[in-house]
């Protein structure tokens, strides 16, 4: 037979102009398999069902769908009931639960259809399959209600989704495809090399390897195959499960097809009316100037249909949740199980805020719903830089940094106010070494101070304190674990113990980071063994820590203190997590698009071999070893001890100076710059001490929003 060719006559170029520009998609997800494949499992859960990281799989097309434009309408196919299984009450609870937690827009419909309530077409109503399905389903009255009769809002095209299958990828390219061949069948495929047992499982295709132009984004099918005997090396791709059909093909050929088949097998259970492929292919032997391949390389697609399968998705798509959680309800989760990745915070964009007066505290109220963003190392750059994230922000910055205000602010409204753009949040510890509690508006702290590093996407060369980004909805539990993270006190004179500085409440949480911290970036501690490192890690060990518990008290302004709720709402209107903090300092930090909490924590960091308190000369053998650590990025950052009293007259004399950069300078002990009392050295870790021929100064000097706000409370 022969085939005319796409694009031979400039009429059809025009027709399918035309076509396109009356393009209407709807999609049915096919979510009615038996699920013999799963074994025992598939007797318990429609295999649709299954859950693979914090949703079950049909989540997945499910949510590609939703992404794409040019669907408004999806429809789930699937059966009442299978032999061991309700799959009629499964589909129903699944449905709720989505519109419970909004993941549906307003604009899009997701509706249930069942096979068993669409009309028959066939004598022996027993008849199933894929194909029986989609044949009923785009004959019957259920899609043509949706329109009101309406023929120009009819759709033209149908995306088939298979239910079972996981997959990460935009189904953009596929439908861009559909739109400049609207005539023809577009399927999503991958390359066959990585593959081998699709040859045996799934449709394999043969493409016309010269594209029509540089620029084509599909390819002509030149063979096509549902599940072959033999293997033929012309079989580069295999189909994804993932097609686009014109609606009148598969009106004009669903009936024929299946008729034919009872003819050859009277059985209701003929295989060749289960997987759509063989219709693909009875098409194609009739169409096969109209079959086009669009290549799906990129992310995640798995056939969730064995039980090996099924453990290969939640292996992959658990370590991508780990790597990089997309939305507040992923984090919220990690945040359960300690599994935390680095480089994603929380972001904000609701605030409630209330002034304190007549004896109530300042209070702030941050929420959290599940499907928010959050951000990325990636990323949190372009909020900091976004001029416009500023402008429509500028109320709250306005607020925050007038102490003087004392009127509620934004109370009047039940829910808190949502900004104009999303801020980022952090906590952390101001962190004073006090050699006498009772002299503190003097300045007899000490302060550990960290240097940011060069490369650092916000403040880089400043002074900071031991801070970062939230990263769980718990702001204690963030101080605390960013505190260990970034600055580690190990004894070195205490004949191998390691000082720990922490909240009481969180001490053997922060024990474990601080050892899990150790091992994974091969620190070296002195008469500490790596095994005994890991006995403190699983919980097993704990005498070689010699801890010097932090005192957490208010700052000197007690105006300015503040009250911190934070909220977690998954389903948008219950609040499922709820966590205050009570004497926090807020930074409100205008140009890093930054709302920082801070505890202030005292410690006697600068310690005897006996215990006792350091001598005002700041003795080497009292200090042991400080090492910092860099999140992600390896340990060795250089930490300062200074002079709570040097730090002001320095910040006095510059606070209003502006520095490019940031130098060192020993040569002349009298240059004006910030002394520092000792340092660490990069490569040990040990602290070393000035002496007559050689002083630390550090000139031009630097300090983050948040230190330069310590300095001045103190």
């Not at 859950?51 to 434009?69: M, Q, T």
């Not at 993941?103 to 399959?129: M, Q, S, T, W």
């Not at 658990?318 to 939305?327: G, Q």
């Amino acid at each position: 037979m022969m085939h005319k060719e796409l694009g031979e006559t400039r009429s059809d170029e025009l027709e399918s102009e035309k076509e396109n520009k009356k393009f209407k998609l709807l999609a049915i997800i096919m979510a009615g398999g038996s699920g013999i494949r799963m074994g025992a499992i598939g007797q318990l859960i429609p295999t649709v069902f299954l859950p693979i990281g914090l949703d079950p799989v049909i989540n997945a097309p499910l949510k590609r769908c939703i992404d794409s434009e040019d669907i408004k309408e999806i429809f789930i196919l699937t059966k009442k009931s299978l032999p061991d299984v309700n799959l009629e009450m499964w589909a129903n609870n699944w449905i709720q639960q989505i519109r419970d937690t909004n993941l549906i827009p307003e604009k899009k419909v997701v509706r249930n259809i069942f096979e068993e309530d669409l009309k028959p077409h066939y004598r022996n109503n027993k008849i199933c399959g894929s194909v029986v399905a989609l044949q009923r389903f785009v004959s019957s009255t259920e899609i043509h209600d949706q329109f009101d009769g309406d023929c120009s809002e009819y759709p033209t095209h149908l995306l088939i989704v298979a239910g079972d299958n996981y997959i990460s990828s935009d189904f953009l390219p596929l439908i861009n495809a559909a739109k400049s061949y609207p005539d023809s069948v577009i399927i999503a495929t991958r390359n066959i090399t990585e593959h081998q047992n699709a040859i045996n499982n799934y449709a394999v295709i043969g493409i016309n390897k010269r594209s029509e132009s540089i620029d084509e984004k599909s390819k002509k099918i030149t063979l096509f195959k549902e599940k072959p005997d033999n293997f033929n090396v012309d079989y580069t791709e295999f189909s994804l499960g993932l097609y686009c059909i014109p609606i009148k093909l598969i009106k004009k050929e669903a009936d024929t097809y299946i008729k034919g088949q009872l003819e050859l097998n009277a059985e209701a259970g003929n295989e060749r009316l289960g997987p759509p492929g063989y219709f693909l292919e009875y098409l194609f032997n009739k169409y096969s100037d109209k079959f086009r391949s669009v290549p799906f390389e990129e992310g995640h697609w798995i056939d969730v249909g064995t039980p090996s399968s099924y453990l290969e998705s939640i292996i992959k798509v658990t370590t991508d949740l780990i790597k990089n959680p997309r939305n507040a309800r992923e984090l919220v989760a990690l945040g359960s199980t300690d599994m935390l990745s680095d480089r994603s915070y929380f972001l904000c964009d609701k605030i409630k805020i209330q002034r304190g007066n007549q004896g109530k505290p300042n209070e702030i109220t941050l929420t959290f719903h599940g499907d928010d963003k959050v951000a990325t190392s990636d990323n949190f750059e372009q909020i900091k830089y976004d001029n416009d994230n500023l402008e429509k922000n500028n109320e709250l910055w306005d607020y925050l940094e007038n102490t003087e205000t004392h009127e509620v602010y934004w109370d009047a409204k039940k829910d808190p106010k949502k900004l104009g753009s999303e801020i980022l949040i952090s906590g952390g510890v101001f962190l004073l070494d006090r050699a006498d509690k009772t002299k503190y508006e003097r300045g007899s702290a000490r302060v550990p101070l960290l240097l940011r590093d060069i490369n650092a996407p916000v403040d880089a060369l400043r002074l900071t304190t031991p801070a970062g980004r939230m990263d769980k909805l718990d702001l204690v539990d963030v101080c605390f674990s960013e505190m260990a993270e970034e600055m580690i006190f190990f004894g070195g004179c205490y004949g191998g113990k390691i000082l720990v500085c922490s909240n009481k409440d969180y001490s053997e949480k922060v024990r474990r980071i601080i050892a899990a911290q150790i091992l994974e970036k091969k620190i070296k501690v002195p008469a500490i063994d790596p095994l005994t490192i890991s006995l403190i890690k699983d919980k097993s060990k704990s005498d070689v820590f010699e801890e010097h518990l932090g005192e957490i008290i208010p700052p000197p302004s007690e105006g300015e203190t503040w009250t911190v709720k934070i909220e977690f709402k998954n389903d948008g209107e219950n609040v499922d997590e709820s966590y205050t903090c009570n004497n926090m300092i807020l930074i409100p930090d205008r140009y890093a698009a930054t709302l920082e909490f801070r505890f202030f924590l005292e410690a006697p960091l600068t310690v005897s071999k006996t215990g006792e308190e350091a001598e005002a000369n700041f003795d080497l053998s009292s200090i042991g070893i400080l090492r910092g650590i860099v999140d992600g990025d390896g340990h060795g950052r250089t930490v300062f001890f200074v002079s709570a009293q040097e730090l002001f007259n320095y910040y006095e004399k510059r606070k209003n100076v502006r520095y490019a950069d940031v130098a060192f300078k020993s040569d002349n002990p009298n240059q004006d710059g910030l002394k520092i009392l000792a340092m660490t050295d990069a490569s040990t870790g040990r602290f070393v001490l000035p002496n007559k021929k050689r002083s630390f100064i550090l000139s031009n000097a630097l300090f983050t929003t948040a230190v330069s706000k310590m300095i001045e409370m103190l």
